[in-house]
């Protein structure tokens, strides 16, 4: 390998490690992985700048052995040139998009290609407890306490699988206006819609990116967040369906943030939980766009 | 070089054109039109995004996977691998299907490992065995699929099952039926007596040139400084990062289109027809190539749209046989078995599933 190609290889080497602590510096790191991923990926541009190192090594000592390298290597440098420009170009490609792009956040476009979920976690669903064994009667018999604590559980019977859900669709009922937090947006959401007839005409806060589909006309639209696991390619948006007189006013991607009270409408032939807005303010983008599934929930 | 570049080039080409075909058979778009979608500002954000954060998110785990094989390589002589390999190809093949648990690497950085361990003397069929079976019969992707199937945690063990056994047949064969070493270039170049295609005899060639006392023997692996064993180590890494890293950028980049331009909706037309959902659901997992700590997430936001055995298919099949790691296994393997660990793995992964979902 000639002084040039450890060159180059230096070069993108240290270029990926410089854009994981570019990344970093800018804050836009968020965009891409999620925390839990942050120290892995970190270490991997200690990694990547110690392969840069030893390139850079190499290329010297290449240079200082050039004479002998002309000997038994230069005949496939014209027929690897091609091949070279091809695969070092694809290295490139990333390091261009990441450094001179600016970096803005995924959307309403991905959202509509990923398929928007306006039900919360769709393992935990409405259909999934109706079929499961008989939901009421392990709570009946767990609670032997007070009689408020009897109608709370009877207005969310659970099983062992919804459990969590229902403890938590408690607290949220006993607040006068159920803020939809960040840390536990897919839980709270999943939560309501699995409980959805406690909480019809409850009042409720959500902020989000505004999410449109032609089906949903004039007055609808939908406030939601992508909620993502390791890395970008495996969010997945959700949200909730809202109404609003003026929605069109609204421009897909806006960030708002809307008071509304909870009830049933028919999309698409199916029942979706909906807020009624009452209220609705434009908010700026939050410094994360994505919210994350609370791995502690249940637990 | 020149047959590296037809040999990356051509399947490339192929898929693209498969892609595109897909693109019109779908939309009925001209792939001029689809062209113009990845232009629109909104998709080139989303295309960006997806791309760079699959090559971050790949990186740590490549990165892991070529420093432990560059460590093998390095470290351990074949004579140890040798010894440590079961006889037997049936107890060999369990152990295969087992190593994952104590060797928990995922896909990406998986395939510099085994390529290194067959190299260095593991029966071939051993090491797919862990190749298929690894990314998914371990504790981390356990772990993960039961979180993410909270309310069927059924599906979690009826995935390792499906994974390890499909893992365990398709050794089983190979042990009885593949000859031939399935590494592309081991044949290559004694047949053609040519040295250059490859690039590890390219790494012998320019690395005694480079005046490194170097390590292939044993005889310099004992006397070899610590010194040179480092510098040994780290000239086979960055080899391997470039030679993987391609692949993974190709995948990447692809997988990063495709998710911008294809969308759900198309996908889940064919979730009715059951003699539809299978091969779809394994098609999709295909296409996403999401590593496998990751895919039960996004495999629970289908429940409710498909039954638990395509969505079972697609936790099966993904991490054993996915877009980006095809690309990567066709820089490693002959072509043929490449295919026929496609093919096999379909099969039988369709198989299994029918199987678990009349069980479940």
Redesign the interface.
């Given at each position: 390998?000639t002084t040039t190609q450890h060159l180059i290889?230096f070069l993108l080497?240290a270029g990926?490690a410089m854009l994981?602590v570019y990344?970093f510096r800018t804050g836009d790191m968020t965009?891409?992985?999620a925390p839990k991923?942050e120290l892995?990926?970190k270490?991997?541009a200690i990694?990547?700048y110690?392969?840069a190192i030893?390139?850079l090594y190499?290329a010297l000592?290449?240079r200082r052995?050039s004479h002998?390298?002309d000997c038994?290597?230069d005949?496939?440098h014209s027929?690897?040139r091609?091949?070279n420009i091809?695969?070092y170009s694809?290295?490139i490609?990333?390091l261009t998009?990441?450094f001179l792009?600016p970096?803005?956040?995924?959307?309403?476009?991905?959202a509509?290609?990923?398929?928007m979920?306006f039900t919360g976690?769709?393992?935990?669903?409405r259909?999934?407890t109706e079929t499961?064994s008989d939901p009421v009667s392990l709570s009946t018999k767990g609670s032997s306490g007070n009689n408020n604590d009897n109608t709370l559980d009877e207005l969310f019977p659970y099983d062992e699988?919804?459990v969590d859900h229902a403890r938590l669709a408690k607290q949220l009922y006993e607040q006068p206006l159920i803020v939809v937090p960040e840390g536990r947006f897919i839980e709270t959401l999943t939560a309501l819609d699995l409980y959805r007839d406690a909480f019809m005409g409850k009042e409720i806060e959500i902020s989000g990116f505004i999410y449109r589909e032609e089906e949903m006309g004039e007055d609808r639209m939908a406030i939601s967040r992508f909620a993502m696991?390791?890395?970008?390619?495996?969010a997945?948006p959700y949200g909730l369906l809202t109404t609003w007189p003026k929605a069109n006013e609204y421009a897909e991607?806006d960030w708002v943030k809307g008071t509304g009270k909870l009830s049933i409408s028919n999309y698409m032939g199916n029942e979706i939980l909906t807020v009624e807005l009452t209220k609705i303010e434009r908010i700026p983008a939050p410094a994360s766009p994505y919210v994350y599934?609370d791995?502690e929930f249940?637990f | 070089?020149?047959t590296?570049?037809f040999r990356?080039?051509t399947p490339a080409l192929a898929i693209g054109c498969l892609i595109m075909i897909f693109l019109i058979a779908t939309n009925r778009e001209l792939p001029a039109v689809a062209w113009n979608v990845i232009l629109?500002p909104?998709?080139?954000?989303?295309f960006?995004?997806?791309?760079?954060?699959?090559?971050?998110?790949a990186?740590?785990f490549i990165?892991l996977g070529i420093?432990f094989s560059a460590l093998l390589q390095v470290f351990v002589t074949d004579e140890m691998i040798r010894r440590m390999m079961p006889r037997n190809p049936v107890a060999g093949v369990l152990v295969g299907g087992l190593l994952g648990i104590f060797f928990p690497l995922c896909e990406c950085g998986m395939i510099p490992v085994v390529r290194r361990l067959i190299r260095k003397g593991m029966p071939a069929y051993i090491g797919i065995v862990y190749l298929l079976a690894g990314p998914i019969v371990n504790p981390i992707v356990f772990s993960s699929t039961f979180?993410?199937?909270?309310?069927?945690p059924e599906i979690a063990y009826a995935r390792m099952i499906a994974a390890f056994v499909i893992a365990v047949l398709i050794g089983l064969l190979l042990s009885r039926f593949m000859k031939q070493s399935p590494l592309r270039t081991d044949g290559r170049h004694a047949a053609k007596g040519v040295a250059?295609f490859h690039h590890e005899n390219?790494v012998r060639?320019?690395d005694h040139?480079?005046?490194n006392p170097h390590l292939h023997n044993t005889i310099d692996f004992k006397k070899g400084r610590i010194r040179s064993k480092i510098?040994s180590t780290?000239?086979h890494?960055?080899e391997e990062?470039?030679e993987m890293?391609?692949y993974l950028?190709?995948g990447?980049?692809l997988?990063?289109v495709i998710?911008?331009?294809?969308?759900?909706?198309v996908l889940?037309g064919f979730a009715g027809e059951p003699m539809f959902a299978y091969p779809f659901m394994m098609a999709f997992a295909f296409i996403?190539s999401?590593?496998s700590?990751?895919?039960a997430?996004?495999a629970?936001?289908?429940?409710?749209?498909f039954q638990p055995g395509p969505l079972l298919a697609f936790l099966v099949f993904g991490p054993m046989v996915d877009f980006k790691n095809t690309l990567m296994l066709m820089s490693t393997f002959k072509l043929r078995i490449v295919a026929l660990l496609i093919a096999l793995t379909a099969v039988l992964t369709v198989a299994a599933t029918l199987i678990a979902e009349v069980i479940l």
């Open positions: 390998m290889r080497l990926f994981i990344l965009l891409f992985i991923m892995l990926v270490l991997s990694g990547l110690a392969a030893y390139q190499a000592k290449a052995k002998a390298a038994d290597c005949h496939q027929s690897s091609t091949k091809f695969v694809l290295f490609l990333p998009l990441g792009t970096t803005g956040t995924l959307g309403s476009a991905l509509a290609k990923k398929g979920s976690n769709e393992m935990i669903s259909s999934a499961s699988y919804t696991n390791c890395c970008s390619a495996d997945l991607d599934p791995l249940g | 070089m020149r590296t570049l990356i080039g629109n909104a998709n080139f954000q989303s960006k995004i997806l791309f760079i954060s699959i090559i971050l998110e990186f740590p990165l420093l979180m993410a199937f909270r309310t069927s250059h390219n060639v320019h040139l480079q005046s510098s780290m000239s890494a960055s990062f470039f890293g391609q950028l190709i990447a980049l997988t990063a998710q911008t331009v294809v969308g759900r909706d889940v996403l999401i590593c700590t990751s895919d997430f996004i629970a936001s289908f429940n409710g749209i």
